[in-house]
């Protein structure tokens, strides 16, 4: 009988997201963080999180991120306040 060999192949993968919005100076102050930062819209958050959009609003709901709601009722969400590990909001 002949031997077998194992071969273990491990892929490292790393992530950056770039957030461009139309003007690209509008920052917001975050009423919990008390911070000037990028506010972003629910389904930029969608990406950033993987997280539906449904668990976003969730979240909303129960104050678990932090937001902010424009005149025009569009729903911004704090960038420091969404989660690495959205399982763990659960």
Known sequence: MKPHKTTEI????????VIRRANANAQFRC??????LTMVTVDQAVEITRA??????RWV???KIHFWETAEGKLLVCLNSLPLYPQAMD
Do not use: L
């Open 31 to 36: 009423a919990h963080c008390n911070n000037q």
């Open 10 to 17: 491990t892929i490292e993968t790393h992530e950056v997201w």
């Open 52 to 57: 539906s959009a449904r668990t976003i609003y």
């Open 61 to 63: 709901e129960t104050s």
